[in-house]
């Protein structure tokens, strides 16, 4: 058989992977029908570069700091005020899950987008998408996708696999993205997402959120929605990972130790990297376990 | 080509449909392009008979029966009060959306599997679904589903539609039978649905829906979540899917005219039919267009 993960070291990373392929295919008790064959990754950190800033952090901090210089008075509320001192504190809030950074989170992105249609929201993030670029690497952030990563989606899809993502990112911007950066169909983006209402023909967002942040827990909330079942392989890199790489029988934590071809660091991670190895899960070495970053 | 809809009588409707997959499927104005080519299709009475009762209002009323049962202050309330009396009204006032009603409804659905899990929920409907029979044929609910739609389904994947239901009834309980009944993945089962909650390792059913009843507008807003678009292909056959069939290139409405092989009514359907000849839509009428009614 050709070797379909050509930018992966042959080390324990690259084994794992094919052999629980393998397994799962092969009649025996690991075997797993084709219906139940889901894999679900996260998208920053765990398919393209999440320093310094997750793109779609990026993409949000200006909408919310275009909103504040609109109403002054949002400049002194949350997250407003932390987007526009540049505060990091409140978004590792986010991170961690308190519930009063999260709710202040969910308003502002209700309010920001209430009204839009999807049509409209998708040309904000197309206009978006086309001229912001990486400060790093200089490039177009889809320009920085991880190839290894698209040579698992190839592996498992080759296995009858159906391939989701699942980010706390919107799920509307990463729609837009879906077909020509992972090459998978838009329903099989599952995310933080508007609840939509429909009026005279037209689908605008509502009030709420549907379903909260997909965040820790609220990942393996939103892929059962979405997907159906629980996930038979997982791909993630961060503490808001966790849950959702519990839920799967195989998981695999991206570790960034590169440096020199993308980041190295272990923050919002620390405690991902410390259920891995009490599970047995498969840690991904930048560094080591691949032999090309991006595509 | 061979005749992919050999239930269909050589008529106006079989040749519409024949036609909108050529269509779309051919280089020219009307071409669609794979990745949208999503169809979406209501359940009762569209790809199952729903007279004298849809299957799951059959399924609901027998929990919310058992509930009054063991909480007699219930038996005073909505909907228990109309199903202990056998009350058709109040379940009209849903179909036709009135907001009290359906609020009742909702809590009442709630209520009733608050703390479920997805297991436990379907080894009940498993459970349910072998037992139960069509009052009028005698036979599982599972026999009495139209060829003639799945023959439709046929066709579409043939032309690399990707085929979705989406029904005001309860996703949970058509997904169950989405791969063995309909031979479409679980995940294309759209409906009305719990907001799950992820605690200790389970997820368990909360108090709330995700995004409301999937009813009239509601299936147009649950349609966009899931499938990432509008249709390409919409069937349905009553009024609450009207707003479904108006957001879709192609749409076709089921006609019950036959009182001989399966039911004669025009109930709850009224304003479609309109709406359908209006709109110059596909009207499918089950005794003239179709040789053969179940599998």
Excluded at 81 to 93: N, R, W
Excluded at 119 to 130: G, I, P, Q, R, W
Excluded at 216 to 224: T, W
Aim: proline content about 5%; some cysteine.
């Amino acid at each position: 058989m050709s070797d379909l993960l050509p930018s992966w070291n042959d080390r324990e990373a690259k084994r794992a992977i094919l052999q629980f392929v393998t397994n799962v295919t092969t009649p025996g008790d690991a075997f797993i029908k084709p219906a139940d064959r889901i894999a679900v990754f996260d998208n920053d950190g765990t398919l393209w570069a999440e320093q310094p800033l997750p793109v779609q952090f990026d993409f949000i901090f200006r909408a919310l700091a275009d909103a504040a210089q609109r109403d002054v008075t949002l400049a002194e509320q949350q997250p407003y005020k932390a987007v526009l001192t540049q505060d990091q504190s409140f978004f590792e809030a986010v991170g961690k899950q308190q519930p009063d950074a999260i709710m202040a989170l969910e308003q502002a992105l209700v309010r920001t987008w209430l009204g839009t249609t999807p049509d409209e929201f998708e040309a904000e993030v197309t206009k978006y998408l086309s001229k912001a670029k990486s400060k790093r690497f200089g490039v177009p952030y889809t320009d920085l996708i991880y190839k290894p990563m698209l040579e698992v989606f190839d592996l498992l899809a080759a296995n009858d696999f159906r391939i989701f993502v699942c980010s706390v990112g919107g799920r509307e911007f990463m729609r837009v993205i879906a077909e020509s950066a992972w090459g998978i169909p838009r329903e099989h983006v599952i995310g933080t997402a508007p609840l939509y209402e429909y009026k005279e023909g037209k689908i605008r967002r509502g009030d709420e959120l549907l379903g909260g942040l997909a965040l820790g827990p609220g990942k393996v909330e939103h892929i059962f929605a979405y997907a159906g079942r629980m996930p038979a392989f997982a791909g993630g890199n961060a503490d808001v990972d966790i849950e959702m790489l519990q839920c799967s029988n195989f998981a695999m934590l991206v570790v960034h130790d590169d440096a020199e071809r993308e980041f190295a660091y272990t923050k919002s991670a620390e405690r991902s990297v410390m259920v891995a190895r009490e599970n047995d899960w498969t840690l991904v070495s930048m560094k080591n376990d691949w032999n090309t970053v991006f595509s």
